[in-house]
């Protein structure tokens, strides 16, 4: 990771560039909980981003006439 303030703007300017952020909220007396989806990706031993981008793929591929 950069150290320097100039090295830090450069990476935000890339990741708001490249990337689109959405807030995900879990209730938390409420499955699935975020501890519940943490264990299923640590289960996969994938992060948790990527389990759930996952599981919205393949939904989204599902749900394709």
């Known amino acids: 990771m950069p150290t320097t303030k100039a090295g830090q703007k450069a990476v935000n ?3 708001a560039k490249s990337y689109d952020r959405v807030n995900l909220v879990l209730k938390k007396d409420t499955s699935p909980t975020k501890d519940e ?6 289960a996969e ?4 981003n990527a389990y ?3 599981a919205i793929s ?3 591929s599902k749900d394709k006439p």
Request: proline share 0%; charged share 10%; net charge neutral.
């Open 58 to 60: 393949q939904q989204l």
């Open 13 to 15: 300017k890339y990741i």
């Open 52 to 54: 759930i981008v996952a």
């Open 45 to 48: 031993g994938v992060s948790l």
């Open 37 to 42: 989806v943490q264990a299923a990706a640590d």
